[in-house]
């Protein structure tokens, strides 16, 4: 399983960035999907949800209203689209699933390298 993000970079306040995670390794539309993130000095935590199918998300509440979690399951990919980006969004960005590489029945959690966002003026 590997799960690759892009798009982070350094932005300024009210801007906006959208983060890519390209899947692979497994059935991609079988799993939910989740965005996690990690501010210096604070533990990770879970930013936004989607099902496997796409037809529910669920977010953090400091990010409701801000950012859109979605996918495509024929390119493999789920997005997260940060709009009116705040310094305290500052953070490494994970993409995670919980799921079993192709061929298996192992399940077990991934995650991706991360992607760094750095919201300054």
């Known amino acids: 399983v590997q799960l690759v993000e892009s798009g982070g970079g350094l932005v300024q306040p009210g801007g906006s960035l959208k983060l890519s995670c390209a899947a692979s390794g497994f059935t991609f539309s079988r799993y939910e999907m989740n965005w996690y993130r990690q501010a210096p000095g604070k533990e990770r935590e879970l930013v936004a949800g989607?099902?496997?199918?796409?037809?529910?998300?669920n977010y953090a509440d400091a990010v409701k209203g801000r950012f859109t979690i979605s996918r495509d399951n024929a390119k493999n990919t789920v997005y997260l689209q940060m709009n009116s980006l705040k310094f305290e969004d500052t953070a490494v960005y994970y993409c995670?699933?919980?799921?079993?590489?192709?061929?298996?029945?192992?399940?077990?959690?991934?995650w991706g390298q991360g992607t760094q966002v750095t919201v300054s003026s």
């Open positions: 989607i099902t496997s199918g796409g037809s529910s998300t």
């Open positions: 995670t699933t919980v799921a079993s590489p192709y061929g298996t029945w192992n399940l077990r959690r991934y």
